[in-house]
T-cell receptor
């Protein structure tokens, strides 16, 4: 079964420091990979997505992620953390479409809560 | 263009009552997905529907839960005889129809937070 593993349920960094959130996927050839952000009591916002084009994907708010097939990883980074980056981050991969359908479910990791220290 | 809309945003039910959660997809979207987020956990897929059809219900509990997406109107997630363990945030997402080789981005609604007393 497909699964997504996020290492570290809670990450704390200082403002201005590098942000690194780790994610490993399970599929040998994942259709698509994503990072979502969730602010308290809100829905999910897509940060970036990998769709088998460039392996380095740039997203919103200065975030980027690199797809590494040899490591089955899709880690999220940001060079300099802002206080506004404090939120829950979810790594996810898409399932394979069912026969006759062009879309499928998304499989989420358990999330990493990012805290920013002043 | 309004995003995915869910109502109610908060729902309180007593054990044994029914809960109905509604989701209006984005304009032009005919695929709807329901996910459940238990406290301190990630989102878990429940069901994927197209208009009048259930495509994938592999994440739905076998009993008490049902979903529909009629030709007209919103998608409904129905939970009968709720129990405390049903307390969670339920998120709906929608996507467009496109070709088999295309990527269909899912857009998420703000969620309905269900509390069972």
């Amino acid at each position: 079964a497909q699964s997504v593993t996020q290492l570290g349920s809670h990450v704390s960094v200082s403002e201005g420091a590098l942000v690194l959130l780790r994610c490993n996927y399970s599929s040998s050839v994942p259709p698509y990979l994503f990072w979502y952000v969730q602010y308290p009591n809100q829905g999910l916002q897509l940060l970036l997505k990998y769709t088998s084009a460039a392996t380095l994907v740039k997203g919103i708010n200065g975030f980027e992620a690199e797809f590494k097939k040899s490591e089955t990883s899709f880690h999220l980074t940001k060079p300099s953390a802002h206080m506004s980056d404090a939120a829950e981050y979810f790594c996810a991969e898409s399932g394979w479409p069912r026969r006759g359908s062009s879309a499928s479910k998304i499989i989420f990791g358990s999330g990493t809560r990012l805290s920013i220290r002043p | 263009n309004a995003g995915v809309m869910q109502n109610p945003r908060h729902l309180v039910r007593r054990r044994g009552q029914e809960a109905r959660l509604r989701c209006s997809p984005m304009k032009g979207h005919s695929h709807v997905y329901w996910y459940r987020q238990l406290p301190e956990e990630g989102l878990k897929f429940m069901v994927y529907l197209q208009k009048e059809n259930i495509i994938d219900e592999s994440g739905m509990p076998k009993e008490r839960f049902s979903a529909e997406f009629p030709k007209e109107g919103p998608s409904i997630l129905r939970i009968q005889q709720v129990v405390r363990g049903d307390s969670a945030a339920y998120f709906c997402a929608s996507s467009q129809v496109s070709g088999l080789s295309s990527y269909n981005e899912q857009f998420f609604g703000p969620g309905t937070r269900l509390t069972v007393l």
